[in-house]
C-alpha cells in the first residue's frame, strides 16, 4: 500500500470514529462561536452555513440561542446523522437543515446565505482558496464569512508540534500563518477583513469542550467511544496510534494558536 493510500485510510478513520463518537471540536469552544457570531453580525432571522459542521453542535447552537436558520454540511455522511440526532434532541430540527457536501464544492446557488462560517474545517482542504472562493460564491452582497481556524504563531514548527497538530486535528491538517489565511480572503474578494489569533492552551481547551458539550453529552460521547473500542480493531489501532505520540509539547502554545478571520463580500 503506497504512503498516499495509508494517509488517506487514516483521514477516513479520523472522521468516522469522531462521527461514531458524536464528538467533534475546534479552538476557542463556545466562546469563539459567540465570537464569531457577533463579528459575522448574525441576528435573529439570519440565514447561516456552517461548513464542515460535525455532529452538528454550532447549527444547533446558533438555531438555539440566537434564533437564525442554519444549514449545515459535511462530506462525512455519519457526521450529517449524528447533526440530525442532535437536532431532534435540542429541539430545534425545523430551523436547521443538514446536508453532505464538499467545502470545495458547495451545492446551492450564488448568494444565498447571510453568513457563512467554519471552525476547524479550511485546515483540511488541499485547496483552501477554491473552498473559500465557494464560501464568497454563496453569500450574499453585504454578509460575511468567518473562520476559525487552526494557525501557525511561529514558523517553522518542530515535528513534535507538527505530530500533536496531525493526532489532535487530523492527519490532513495543514494549518497556515495568519497573513496566509487573510490572503485567502482577499483573493476571495471579501474586504474590511479582521483577524483575532489566540494561543491554544489544552486545559482551556478541555474545559471548552465540557461547556459545549455538556457532562451528559461527554458521558454519552464517552459510552460510544468505549463500545467502538471494544468492537473496532481499527479504532484500537488508531488510539495506539495516537498515544504513541505522547502528550501534549510544551512549547505547543509558542507555535499553534487560532485565529477568527472574518471577511464582508461586498
Given at each position: 500500500m503506497t504512503q498516499k493510500s495509508d494517509q488517506t485510510e487514516t483521514e477516513q478513520h479520523f472522521f468516522d470514529f469522531a462521527a461514531e463518537a458524536g464528538l467533534t471540536?475546534?479552538?476557542?469552544?463556545?466562546?469563539?462561536?459567540?465570537?464569531?457570531?457577533e463579528l459575522c453580525?448574525?441576528?435573529?432571522?439570519?440565514?447561516?452555513?456552517d461548513v464542515g459542521c460535525g455532529v452538528g453542535q454550532t447549527p444547533c447552537y446558533l438555531a438555539k440561542r440566537y434564533g437564525c436558520r442554519v444549514v449545515g454540511v459535511d462530506i462525512n455522511e455519519g457526521m450529517i446523522?449524528?447533526?440530525?440526532?442532535?437536532a431532534n434532541r435540542e429541539g430545534v430540527a425545523e430551523m436547521t437543515e443538514f446536508r453532505v457536501a464538499d467545502a470545495q464544492d458547495l451545492p446551492f446557488t450564488d448568494e444565498t446565505f447571510d453568513t457563512v462560517i467554519t471552525e476547524s474545517?479550511?485546515?483540511?482542504?488541499?485547496?483552501?482558496?477554491?473552498?473559500?472562493?465557494?464560501?464568497?460564491?454563496?453569500t450574499r452582497p453585504g454578509?460575511?464569512?468567518?473562520?476559525?481556524?487552526?494557525?501557525?504563531?511561529?514558523?517553522?514548527p518542530p515535528p513534535e508540534i507538527i505530530a500533536w497538530a496531525s493526532q489532535d486535528l487530523g492527519a490532513c491538517v495543514k494549518p497556515l500563518t495568519p497573513?496566509?489565511?487573510?490572503?485567502?480572503?482577499?483573493?476571495?474578494g471579501l474586504t474590511g477583513i479582521v483577524v483575532n489569533v489566540r494561543e491554544v492552551r489544552p486545559r482551556r481547551e478541555a474545559k471548552g469542550l465540557v461547556r459545549r458539550y455538556s457532562y451528559l453529552g461527554m458521558l454519552r460521547s464517552l459510552f460510544r467511544a468505549v463500545s467502538l473500542y471494544i468492537r473496532s480493531p481499527a479504532y484500537r489501532r488508531f488510539v495506539k496510534d495516537v498515544q504513541k505520540?505522547?502528550?501534549?509539547?510544551?512549547?505547543l502554545e509558542e507555535y499553534l494558536g487560532y485565529g477568527l478571520f472574518v471577511g464582508r463580500k461586498e
Open positions: 471540536k475546534h479552538f476557542g469552544g463556545l466562546e469563539a462561536t459567540d465570537e464569531l457570531v453580525r448574525i441576528r435573529i432571522g439570519s440565514y447561516v452555513l446523522e449524528r447533526s440530525r440526532e442532535t474545517v479550511t485546515v483540511f482542504p488541499e485547496d483552501k482558496l477554491r473552498a473559500v472562493r465557494e464560501y464568497a460564491r454563496v454578509g460575511y464569512v468567518g473562520l476559525n481556524e487552526a494557525t501557525w504563531l511561529k514558523t517553522p497573513d496566509e489565511w487573510v490572503d485567502l480572503l482577499k483573493e476571495a505520540e505522547g502528550i501534549t509539547p510544551k512549547n
